[in-house]
């Protein structure tokens, strides 16, 4: 007797971003399992998947959002679940990998975080990881399972094409994010200009820019980062464009964190657009109308099917998704 394996690929998301969680669903054209989350008196987290998953292709998406720590366990424990309920191969999907920016010691005494989180992924029973635009490229080598990095880049570069007409300088916010600039700047035939920042020491989220390295005078500047946090960093680029005589400037990253005065700052900075993608839940209602909100659920889409059809994710990107 012969049997031929049926596969079945099963959708979770956790609740932390649903509405992202659902449009990926419907560019898959499947539903969405229930997990049946809950919290005990003393908070803590339960989850009973309401249908048989053994054997299953398990996709659990879970992006890293603030409460950043309740995310991730609340990730941890899905993926715990699943194991335990004889799931065939499960794949983490966080479209923002939290404790990104902990990815090294730069002083002594501190942790790498980002590789403890990667730990605690595996050790609740991940067999792969996706995310999208990781803070650094060696975050990927801290994982010991397949590590599928995406990009967003095609829907901002998209977004670019269609909306900017005049001469464009895509700019880099610090050194960093150099070899992200210039890809973009390739990809669109723009120049590349640089900012130089530094970080006062002892201080958290303080940022000073120090000058521009290209020519934006008179030119459509858009700043390229991998997330806006507190804003201190674009903020601060686009204050030093503006210095030098550019013309107009626009702000652009995946992830849109925009923790506390985030808001505030880009409110009050001279930057006439802000774009961010859907990674991280946005607030659209706290009155800034220069914000706007990219989709990357049919990205994050196209990355499940391949891997659940077991083809290649980075043709999906022309094999540009290296970080």
């Not at 191969?89 to 989180?117: F, H, M, N, W």
């Not at 201080?203 to 980062?225: F, M, Q, S, T, Y």
Request: with cysteine.
């Amino acid at each position: 007797m012969e049997l031929i394996p049926r596969r079945r690929l099963e959708l979770v998301s956790g609740r932390s971003h649903p509405e992202l969680a659902q449009q990926i669903a419907a560019h898959l054209g499947v539903g969405l399992g229930e997990a049946n989350l809950r919290e005990f008196a003393n908070g803590e987290i339960h989850c009973r998947y309401d249908i048989s998953i053994r054997g299953c292709d398990v996709f659990i998406i879970q992006t890293h959002c603030g409460p950043v720590n309740d995310s991730l366990m609340e990730q941890l424990i899905m993926i715990d679940a699943a194991k335990r309920a004889s799931a065939k191969r499960i794949t983490a999907v966080c479209p923002y990998y939290g404790y990104s920016r902990q990815d090294r010691k730069s002083t002594g005494r501190e942790p790498i975080t980002a590789k403890l989180v990667a730990d605690l992924l595996s050790a609740a029973g991940a067999d792969r990881v996706v995310s999208v635009d990781l803070h650094s490229g060696q975050i990927q080598g801290f994982f010991d399972v397949p590590f599928d990095h995406l990009t967003a880049a095609p829907v901002l570069e998209a977004y670019l094409r269609e909306h900017v007409t005049r001469d464009v300088v895509m700019v880099a916010p610090d050194a960093g994010r150099v070899k992200v600039a210039e890809r973009y700047s390739q990809h669109l035939g723009a120049d590349l200009a640089l900012v130089h920042k530094t970080r006062p020491r002892g201080l958290a989220n303080a940022v000073k820019a120090r000058h521009v390295v290209g020519d934006v005078e008179g030119r459509h500047c858009v700043l390229i980062d991998d997330m806006i946090d507190t804003a201190g960093t674009i903020c601060a680029a686009a204050e030093l464009l503006h210095e030098s005589g550019a013309a107009d400037v626009w702000a652009m990253a995946t992830h849109g964190v925009l923790s506390d005065p985030a808001m505030d700052r880009l409110k009050a900075a001279p930057i006439s657009r802000v774009v961010v993608t859907d990674t991280l839940p946005v607030p659209t209602d706290r009155g800034l109308d220069k914000l706007e909100v990219l989709s990357v659920a049919k990205i994050i889409a196209d990355a499940v099917d391949a891997v659940f059809e077991d083809t290649s994710v980075s043709e999906i990107f022309g094999g540009e998704n290296l970080a």
